[in-house]
């Protein structure tokens, strides 16, 4: 892959890109800002270990712009930014992720950090020894601690929505839900399914992911590359991106898509293949705010949990006015929510120009 790293930022809407490297502890991090225009970009630390800088340049560049959207989908006053670092979570440090810190400082509040895949609340407490621009800390040390359970309850809310609106009723009661990955997010989202007396089927290509669900007792399809083909209600996409495509949309047995996962649709055009088969995509950026929501409640007020579950609870509100609007301008419900970030954003930008 040849990238040509200013035409792709300036065909969509980017505003910066930095890399940072410390060859004496190993680190190399990119910090992409998308798009300023609502406030302070705000995105989680990605520790990914991929096997080219084009390939983590194009995915830490997709991340940042689903922070655009997602947050002012989400009614927030934050931008989107996103940081990647190159190596896996076992090689992370406290002097990498310290350095991290000091690399985020400097950008002097652009760019606010927290958790995403690879990284914890361990990381953040590291990285808040070096700058202040970091939420997502421990409750302990006045934050709103690990996301994962608003990000969860967010996508449970969401997919309630999208019952309604197919079987005429929010209930998932009795609905087999599948769900491609279990990780922090998708072990949170299990327990609020299994109180609805959902059915649900896990995969996940970790030995010690599929050991928790047996904890929980689920059903564990050994061959992750058969979730596609199961017959069921609702399929959850909760790990990595770009998993629906021409490859697999044809393969889907469900009714509604639904999941955790960024950037589940590997083009545009993907939206489209799932209408056309009537099956029901939930955008991503729109049912995984919870956790951006829930952190966005930590700037510049004391966190209230009770106050935060109340704000990601309206999910369920912005899914069905998605689903509204795709519907009265025929459009694919992906490119009513592409609509409604972009007309807020647009509405801002004469209002406020690019955060400094």
Same mark, same amino acid.
């Given at each position: 892959m040849n990238l040509n790293i200013a035409e792709y930022m300036e065909t969509h809407g980017h505003e910066q890109l930095c890399v940072f490297t410390d060859k004496g502890i190993g680190l190399r991090v990119f910090i992409a800002i998308h798009d300023t225009t609502l406030g302070p970009s705000l995105g989680g630390v990605r520790i990914w270990p991929h096997k080219t800088e084009d390939e983590a340049l194009i995915d830490v560049l997709r991340l940042s712009r689903g922070m655009t959207y997602k947050s002012a989908a989400a009614g927030l006053n934050m931008g989107g930014g996103k940081a990647l670092i190159m190596a896996s979570s076992q090689e992370k440090t406290e002097a990498m992720m310290r350095a991290f810190g000091r690399f985020v400082e400097s950008l002097g509040g652009r760019y606010i950090t927290t958790e995403d895949v690879g990284a914890n609340t361990r990381d953040m407490e590291w990285i808040a020894q070096e700058t202040s621009h970091v939420k997502g800390l421990p409750a302990n040390l006045g934050g709103s601690g690990d996301p994962s359970e608003m990000t969860a309850y967010g996508i449970y809310q969401g997919m309630k929505a999208c019952a309604m609106d197919v079987w005429g009723t929010d209930s998932l009661a009795g609905r087999t839900i599948a769900i491609q990955g279990? +990780? /922090?997010? $998708?072990?949170?989202? $299990?327990?609020?399914?299994l109180g609805e007396q959902a059915l649900l089927v896990v995969t996940d290509i970790s030995?010690?992911?599929?050991?928790?669900?047996? @904890?929980? /007792?689920?059903?564990?399809?050994?061959?992750? $590359?058969?979730?596609? @083909?199961?017959?069921?209600?609702?399929?959850?996409?909760? $790990?990595?991106?770009?998993?629906? /495509?021409?490859?697999? &949309?044809? %393969?889907?047995?469900?009714?509604?898509v639904a999941g955790s996962a960024n950037n589940q649709l590997l083009g545009d055009h993907h939206g489209a293949r799932l209408q056309e088969k009537g099956i029901l995509y939930a955008p991503d950026?729109?049912? /995984?705010?919870? +956790?951006?929501?829930?952190i966005s409640l930590e700037m510049g007020q004391v966190y209230d949990e009770d106050a935060a579950r109340e704000k990601v609870a309206r999910i369920y509100d912005t899914v069905t006015k998605v689903i509204d609007l795709s519907r009265t301008n025929g459009i694919t419900t992906a490119q009513a929510a592409d609509r409604l970030a972009e007309e807020r954003i647009a509405a801002m %930008? +004469?209002?406020?120009? &690019?955060?400094?």
């Amino acid at each position: 892959m040849n990238l040509n790293i200013a035409e792709y930022m300036e065909t969509h809407g980017h505003e910066q890109l930095c890399v940072f490297t410390d060859k004496g502890i190993g680190l190399r991090v990119f910090i992409a800002i998308h798009d300023t225009t609502l406030g302070p970009s705000l995105g989680g630390v990605r520790i990914w270990p991929h096997k080219t800088e084009d390939e983590a340049l194009i995915d830490v560049l997709r991340l940042s712009r689903g922070m655009t959207y997602k947050s002012a989908a989400a009614g927030l006053n934050m931008g989107g930014g996103k940081a990647l670092i190159m190596a896996s979570s076992q090689e992370k440090t406290e002097a990498m992720m310290r350095a991290f810190g000091r690399f985020v400082e400097s950008l002097g509040g652009r760019y606010i950090t927290t958790e995403d895949v690879g990284a914890n609340t361990r990381d953040m407490e590291w990285i808040a020894q070096e700058t202040s621009h970091v939420k997502g800390l421990p409750a302990n040390l006045g934050g709103s601690g690990d996301p994962s359970e608003m990000t969860a309850y967010g996508i449970y809310q969401g997919m309630k929505a999208c019952a309604m609106d197919v079987w005429g009723t929010d209930s998932l009661a009795g609905r087999t839900i599948a769900i491609q990955g279990f +990780g /922090n997010v $998708a072990s949170k989202l $299990a327990q609020h399914l299994l109180g609805e007396q959902a059915l649900l089927v896990v995969t996940d290509i970790s030995q010690s992911a599929l050991d928790m669900a047996r @904890e929980q /007792n689920l059903e564990i399809l050994e061959d992750p $590359a058969a979730i596609y @083909e199961v017959e069921c209600d609702l399929f959850a996409p909760c $790990a990595l991106g770009g998993i629906l /495509n021409d490859a697999t &949309i044809p %393969r889907l047995k469900c009714k509604v898509v639904a999941g955790s996962a960024n950037n589940q649709l590997l083009g545009d055009h993907h939206g489209a293949r799932l209408q056309e088969k009537g099956i029901l995509y939930a955008p991503d950026y729109i049912l /995984n705010a919870g +956790g951006v929501i829930n952190i966005s409640l930590e700037m510049g007020q004391v966190y209230d949990e009770d106050a935060a579950r109340e704000k990601v609870a309206r999910i369920y509100d912005t899914v069905t006015k998605v689903i509204d609007l795709s519907r009265t301008n025929g459009i694919t419900t992906a490119q009513a929510a592409d609509r409604l970030a972009e007309e807020r954003i647009a509405a801002m %930008r +004469g209002v406020k120009g &690019i955060y400094v």
